[in-house]
């Protein structure tokens, strides 16, 4: 099993900065690939920026130039710089991994998606 925690969301004005951070702890998975995703009110959950294990970073287009997704230099973790702020952008933020382990001598190997309870990030105008 993989536990992935979130911190950083808050109450912001317009316009200002918040930056979120995901570590996912585990004893026998690697996760290679890790997203941020958002639920605001009443909508469903969608994809903010993620870095795939075999893959270049992606954004929405609705936060391209805003905000800055990075790999930690601890293992298993994720960032997101969030600027320029804007009250839509309020929101859940999820932490996603993609996750894998390997569960025989041949190598073969699960793979698993895990999310964070998520934090909340509530943008005032």
């Known amino acids: 099993q993989v536990q992935l925690v979130e911190s950083g969301g808050g109450l912001v004005r317009a316009g200002g900065s918040l930056r979120l951070s995901c570590a996912a702890s585990?004893?026998?998975?690697?996760?290679?690939?890790m997203g941020w995703y958002r639920q605001a009110p009443g909508k469903e959950r969608e994809l903010v920026a993620r870095?795939?294990?075999?893959?270049?970073?992606e954004y929405a287009d609705f936060v391209r130039g805003r905000f800055t997704i990075s790999r930690g230099s601890a293992e298993n973790t994720v960032s997101l710089e969030m600027n320029s702020l804007k009250p839509e952008d309020t929101a859940v933020y999820y932490c996603?991994?993609?996750?894998?382990?390997?569960?025989?001598?041949?190598?073969?190997?699960?793979?698993?998606?895990?999310w964070g309870r998520g934090t909340r990030v509530t943008v005032s105008s």
């Open positions: 996603d991994a993609h996750c894998w382990k390997v569960v025989n001598v041949e190598g073969a190997r699960i793979e698993r998606h895990f």
């Open positions: 585990t004893q026998s998975f690697t996760c290679n690939g």
């Open positions: 870095i795939p294990a075999g893959g270049s970073t």
